[in-house]
């Protein structure tokens, strides 16, 4: 049985200061370059979660050296110079999307035979685009069961390279698996983005990220990408705190009236979800950038339409936000989140309706009513974001339970903990 957590109202507007562990997004991104560098790296400010862990092993068992030390938040690692050193692996990713898709790509470039599998909803998430554009540049990749999803077989040779077009309207990791394992190929890499790219902040990341270890990318037009046969070199490289669990923080300071600092943060980071607050000044919030970080201050909210697509991981956050505004909200154009953990537009449509909520669900977003919260226990669908987006609901009403905590293990293992410490409370009740 999973526990259940009840969260507390807090009896004022909450003001405080955090910092986030590290991104989960930039921490794979990291992972996979250093691993293919030549030489030493050291990366600081790692994410340890489900999702890294799983990276962490099976970059161990594809023959790399490296060393975790989570009480600091330190990796240190030699890469293998763009070429995976054992010839067979079995690797097994959870439910980690971000893990398998880079790891996929990687595996094209080693010399032998790679399975890659995950847990029950891993094997419903789509792989299918990113296992044609691996074949289109001459790897033998196929999905085992001939249904497009994992697991997923790699008959490895090396990566020939040449052209291929990316499907990416489900996910832009797709492109940035083909993007960080291209510099291992034989000749160079054409990548052709097939359809309007899904989260593209997250492309300009992972180029960002491989920029930092010394590969650089052309981008001769919109929607092409060019790279070069080139080795990552080892370097020292830090990790920005997770923007994306920074919109909770910043979400709490909005639905409380409060003022929260997110240390570690800046409008120039390389993760897109930084902009969240900027949906939440739309709101009727206030935002100041500062040398120690991005400090919000909540006001009066009153409800809006917007565009998501490029900081989808925040949608959720939004949602949470949306029934202490005044007027309806309206969420567009993230319908490929129904392929993330869950299907994230429908399980934020049936827990708002759980608690009270009118929400109008549509293919590619939702409008909320807001409406008295109704006391509920909230279903989270093994999904981190689910549990974490609607223990904000619970700070301003009574009776909201929050069902399995422990799935934000999955990319903030501490996020009761922090949340609660936020509020001036010791933690959350269990049952």
Same mark, same amino acid.
């Given at each position: 049985?999973?526990?259940?957590?009840?969260?507390?109202?807090?009896?004022?507007?909450?003001?405080?200061?955090?910092?986030?562990?590290g991104?989960?997004?930039?921490?794979?991104?990291?992972?996979?370059?250093?691993?293919?560098?030549?030489?030493?790296?050291?990366?600081t400010?790692?994410?340890d /979660?489900?999702?890294?862990?799983?990276?962490?092993?099976s970059?161990?068992?594809?023959?790399?050296?490296?060393?975790?030390?989570?009480?600091?938040?330190?990796?240190?690692?030699?890469?293998?110079?763009?070429?995976?050193?054992?010839?067979?692996?079995?690797?097994?990713?959870?439910? /980690?999307?971000? /893990?398998?898709?880079?790891?996929?790509?990687?595996?094209?470039?080693?010399?032998?035979?790679?399975?890659?599998?995950?847990?029950?909803?891993?094997?419903?998430?789509?792989?299918?685009?990113?296992i044609?554009?691996?074949?289109?540049?001459?790897?033998?990749?196929?999905?085992?069961?001939?249904?497009?999803?994992?697991?997923?077989?790699?008959?490895?040779?090396?990566?020939?390279?040449?052209?291929?077009?990316?499907a990416?309207?489900?996910?832009?990791?797709?492109?940035?698996?083909?993007?960080?394992?291209?510099p291992?190929?034989?000749?160079?890499?054409?990548?052709?983005v097939?359809?309007?790219?899904?989260?593209?902040p997250y492309?300009?990341?992972t180029?960002?990220?491989m920029?930092?270890?010394?590969?650089?990318?052309?981008?001769?037009?919109?929607?092409?990408?060019?790279?070069?046969?080139?080795?990552?070199?080892?370097?020292?490289?830090?990790?920005?705190?997770?923007?994306?669990?920074?919109?909770?923080?910043?979400?709490?300071?909005?639905?409380?009236?409060?003022?929260?600092?997110?240390?570690?943060?800046?409008?120039?980071?390389?993760?897109?979800?930084?902009?969240?607050?900027?949906?939440?000044?739309?709101?009727?919030?206030?935002?100041?950038?500062?040398?120690?970080?991005?400090?919000?201050?909540?006001?009066?909210?009153?409800?809006?339409?917007?565009?998501?697509?490029?900081?989808?991981?925040?949608?959720?956050t939004?949602?949470?936000?949306?029934?202490?505004?005044?007027?309806?909200?309206?969420?567009r154009?993230?319908?490929?989140?129904?392929?993330?953990?869950?299907?994230r537009?429908?399980?934020?449509?049936?827990?708002?309706?759980?608690?009270?909520?009118?929400?109008?669900?549509?293919?590619?977003?939702?409008?909320?009513?807001?409406?008295?919260?109704?006391?509920?226990?909230?279903?989270?669908?093994?999904?981190?974001?689910?549990?974490?987006?609607?223990?904000l609901?619970?700070?301003r009403?009574?009776?909201?339970?929050?069902?399995?905590?422990?799935?934000t293990?999955?990319?903030?293992?501490?996020?009761?903990?922090?949340?609660a410490?936020?509020?001036?409370?010791r933690?959350?009740?269990?049952?």
């Amino acid at each position: 049985m999973h526990d259940v957590l009840e969260v507390l109202p807090v009896s004022g507007p909450v003001h405080g200061t955090i910092r986030p562990p590290g991104s989960k997004s930039i921490t794979n991104r990291a992972l996979v370059t250093a691993a293919l560098a030549r030489g030493d790296s050291r990366l600081t400010g790692v994410l340890d /979660s489900q999702d890294t862990r799983v990276m962490l092993d099976s970059l161990q068992r594809l023959g790399l050296a490296l060393r975790h030390d989570p009480a600091t938040a330190v990796v240190t690692i030699t890469g293998c110079a763009g070429r995976p050193p054992v010839p067979s692996a079995e690797l097994w990713l959870e439910n /980690s999307g971000t /893990s398998i898709r880079f790891l996929t790509a990687l595996c094209c470039l080693g010399r032998g035979d790679y399975r890659l599998d995950g847990n029950a909803r891993m094997r419903e998430r789509p792989l299918g685009d990113l296992i044609d554009a691996l074949n289109q540049l001459g790897a033998h990749t196929r999905c085992q069961l001939n249904n497009r999803c994992p697991p997923v077989e790699v008959a490895a040779q090396g990566l020939p390279g040449g052209l291929a077009r990316v499907a990416s309207g489900i996910s832009s990791q797709y492109l940035s698996a083909l993007l960080m394992a291209a510099p291992g190929a034989e000749r160079e890499v054409t990548l052709e983005v097939a359809e309007e790219l899904v989260s593209e902040p997250y492309v300009d990341m992972t180029i960002g990220v491989m920029q930092a270890f010394g590969v650089e990318v052309g981008r001769p037009r919109p929607g092409v990408y060019t790279i070069a046969p080139q080795i990552y070199c080892g370097t020292p490289y830090d990790i920005e705190p997770d923007a994306s669990a920074a919109s909770y923080f910043f979400a709490l300071a909005a639905v409380t009236g409060g003022r929260v600092t997110v240390q570690g943060l800046s409008p120039d980071a390389l993760q897109g979800d930084v902009k969240f607050v900027d949906v939440l000044v739309q709101m009727g919030c206030r935002v100041e950038h500062g040398p120690e970080g991005i400090t919000l201050t909540g006001g009066p909210l009153r409800g809006i339409e917007v565009d998501m697509n490029a900081i989808s991981d925040t949608a959720q956050t939004l949602a949470a936000v949306a029934p202490f505004a005044q007027g309806p909200t309206t969420i567009r154009n993230i319908p490929h989140v129904r392929h993330k953990e869950t299907d994230r537009i429908a399980a934020v449509a049936t827990e708002l309706r759980r608690l009270g909520q009118q929400v109008d669900e549509f293919p590619d977003g939702l409008t909320i009513h807001p409406a008295p919260i109704t006391p509920a226990t909230v279903a989270t669908y093994d999904d981190h974001r689910m549990a974490m987006s609607f223990s904000l609901i619970g700070l301003r009403a009574p009776g909201v339970k929050i069902a399995d905590p422990g799935c934000t293990r999955k990319t903030y293992p501490h996020y009761f903990d922090d949340l609660a410490r936020l509020c001036g409370l010791r933690e959350f009740p269990r049952s």
